[in-house]
């Protein structure tokens, strides 16, 4: 089946340093979704990307989507303790060309020391 | 517009017993998706329901079911209880399922399930 293994496991910055997550598959996806989870929280929806190469901005967040659409990336520059939190990549499993439900990965806890 | 939200919040059950959540989603959304939410495992999918239906089902025994009522309000339930069931369990709401264009999801603030 997909799987997806998103790296690394846990980031501890100083705050100002940037950050970057990224997500990998075993198989080719048809889009993927990012997630922030805030301690304590539940997941919050922060971006889709569906093409081949595409590259998507949200202030200090810049995410990407690999040309062969098997990885994804999250970068934040400049993190702010407000960046705390763990961020999930969630592709949506395909079947037989009709999309099924989002696999989320493991996530990547990230820590920002002031 | 209001959130998702799910009832109980918390919840303190017996090995053996069952228990039923409850989630309510954002008015208009006839998806709801169910997760299972462990430090161990991470997020993992449980199931997802459409106008009523079962679209889709994850790696979970038997005693995991779930079921959406016409108003697309969600309830699903754990029979039999085990240890390794104590979890967060997440309830997400989007307006459909399975097509191509962004379909974000809207978590609720879940149901911590303790099982002693």
């Known amino acids: 089946g997909q799987q997806v293994m998103q790296i690394p496991q846990y980031q501890h910055v100083q705050e100002g340093e940037d950050f970057t997550t990224y997500c990998n598959s075993s198989?080719?996806?048809?889009?993927i979704q990012w997630y922030k989870q805030r301690p304590g929280g539940h997941p919050v929806f922060l971006i889709q990307?569906?093409?081949?190469?595409e590259v998507k901005k949200q202030k200090r967040l810049t995410f990407q989507f690999g040309e062969a659409k098997k990885n994804s990336s999250l970068h934040i520059t400049a993190t702010q303790t407000t960046d705390v939190g763990t961020y999930f990549c969630?592709?949506?499993?395909?079947?037989?060309?009709?999309?099924?439900?989002?696999?989320f990965g493991k996530g990547t806890k990230l820590s920002v020391k002031p | 517009k209001a959130g998702v939200t799910q009832t109980p919040r918390y919840l303190i059950k017996t090995r053996g017993q069952q228990v039923t959540l409850s989630c309510s989603p954002i008015?208009?959304?006839?998806?709801v998706s169910w997760y299972q939410q462990t430090p161990g495992q991470g997020l993992q999918f449980l199931f997802e329901?459409?106008?009523?239906?079962?679209?889709n089902k994850g790696n979970f025994p038997g005693r995991f079911s779930g079921r959406q009522f016409s108003n697309s309000r969600s309830e699903m339930n754990v029979s039999t209880l085990e240890l390794g069931d104590s979890a967060l369990y997440l309830c997400?709401?989007?307006?459909?399922?399975?097509?191509?264009?962004?379909?974000?999801?809207?978590f609720g603030p879940g149901t911590r399930l303790t099982v002693t």
């Open positions: 997400a709401s989007s307006l459909t399922t399975g097509l191509a264009g962004v379909n974000e999801q809207y």
């Open positions: 198989t080719t996806l048809s889009n």
């Open positions: 990307l569906v093409k081949s190469g």
């Open positions: 969630a592709p949506r499993r395909n079947y037989g060309g009709s999309q099924g439900n989002l696999i």
């Open positions: 008015s208009g959304h006839r998806s």
């Open positions: 329901y459409f106008s009523e239906t079962q679209r």
